[in-house]
């Protein structure tokens, strides 16, 4: 019973490492579009693996650590709230969409990239107090869907991966 702890306590703390060095390896990328917000979302393959790996919990305690951990090691209190709003909007999304087994691993990432994107612009609505920025929707709309659909089919290989590996 403690080695499943143990364990168990081992996996979530390399998978919030992971989902930390994926942010950081991301924030080094040069900006591809000449769109600013628009990135790929790598670290979204960690949420989404341990999300159909680990179960709601995990996903949510593992992406919450690691928007903290990221946001005080490199980031303002702008970006935290930016991350958080987004981050744990799409988590929660993700996860009520994968209860209902009627999406594909594929299809809750879209969803994922595109909530995320609604946090974050519902979190610039706040900070600017201003809904002019509600017009950047539809733009960041469209990376989304492209980034979600590049994420989740890789979450999914991931996945497929690893499924065979008991996690506590």
Do not use: C
């Amino acid at each position: 019973m403690k080695n499943d702890k143990t364990k168990k306590i081992a996996v979530y703390g390399v998978m919030v490492a992971l989902a930390m060095i994926f942010s950081y390896v991301e924030m080094q990328l040069p900006v591809f579009i000449a769109v600013p917000g628009v990135k790929l979302g790598i670290t979204n393959i960690v949420v989404l693996v341990s999300l159909y790996k680990m179960g709601d919990k995990g996903a949510l305690f593992i992406n919450a650590v690691r928007i903290i951990s990221v946001s005080l090691l490199f980031g303002t209190a702008m970006s935290f709230a930016f991350s958080f709003t987004g981050g744990m909007l799409s988590t929660i999304v993700m996860i009520l969409l994968k209860k209902t087994n009627r999406f594909s691993t594929v299809g809750v990432s879209v969803a994922g990239a595109v909530t995320h994107n609604i946090g974050q612009i519902l979190a610039a609505v706040v900070f600017l107090n201003t809904t002019a920025i509600v017009w950047y929707l539809p733009v960041l709309w469209l990376s989304g869907i492209i980034s979600g659909l590049i994420i989740g089919i890789v979450g999914a290989m991931v996945e497929k991966r690893v499924s065979k590996i008991k996690v506590p």
